[in-house]
């Protein structure tokens, strides 16, 4: 690595401030994030749901322990800045919050997500002034490092049923008010949701692109008032999906023609360290 965690926490900040929107695609190992970086991209940042699959496991089930394994590895493959899905902060109080934004710095990480969802099915949202303080605590430890760590809340009601547009906002404005740096709210229906949050707020905006139906190419977004595009798992699951159907046809029907469209050793090599 060639290039300080301090200089690359300058760079990720700097693409938050820059005209303009920015895309921030989600590697899940060491290779998906060499060959990204390769492709040109200018940040990355880890996804729940594809450090999980790499696991062999369900999204919300990894550990911590876990997750910074998979951050660090990411953080180690490339030069790029790397943010990371923290979740809830593996844990329910503030400091839970706190000490994952505080280890999440230590394996290289210049920026994450605290999420506002429980992980219980019979109450799926924290309250707006619980989840605020978690927030709150987030930030405090992110101020407190020796570099500016990028904090970003996120308002999960979308994605955990509870579709109230004007909740999520609530939620939002609170959570810009606990001084999150960057604002999230996964699953927005249509491109006039993500301009109504948008206009609602004062800080950068992250919109997910992962849903089928639910996501916008950069322009709208961009026009819509989005600084930052995320990608969540949808880069692992095309990488699954071309693994699914290779493996089909061999064992289904004996042949190999996903061959034809693969691509060749030596270009992929060439993303990768000697």
Known sequence: MTVSQADKAKK???LHEAPGSFVIP???DGGSARVLAGLGFEALATSSGAKAGVLGKRDGKVTREEALANAKQIVEACDLPV????E?????????????????????????SI????????????DVEAAAARVAAAVKAARALPFPFMLTARA?????????LDDVIKRLKAYEAAGADVLFAPGL???????????????????MVGIKGRSFSRAELEAAGVKRISLATS?????????VAAAKEVKDKGTFTYLDTSIPTPELNAFMKE
Do not use: H
Not at 83 to 86: E, N, R, S, T
Not at 156 to 164: N, P, S
Not at 190 to 200: L, R, Y
């Open 235 to 243: 880069l692992y699951r095309a990488a699954m999906t071309g693994l």
């Open 26 to 28: 989600n590697p899940w």
């Open 12 to 14: 990720f900040r700097a």
């Open 88 to 112: 809830k902060g593996f844990g329910d109080g503030p400091e839970a919050a706190a000490e994952t934004i505080r280890q999440a710095a230590g394996v290289g990480l210049v920026g994450g």
């Open 115 to 126: 999420e506002d969802a429980t992980g219980d099915k019979d109450k799926p949202l924290y």
């Open 189 to 207: 229906p249509d491109i006039e949701a993500v301009k109504k949050v948008c206009g609602s707020i004062g800080k950068p905006f992250n919109f």
């Open 156 to 164: 999960e009601g979308f994605l955990r049923g509870r579709a109230d």
């Open 83 to 86: 943010a990371a899905d923290l």
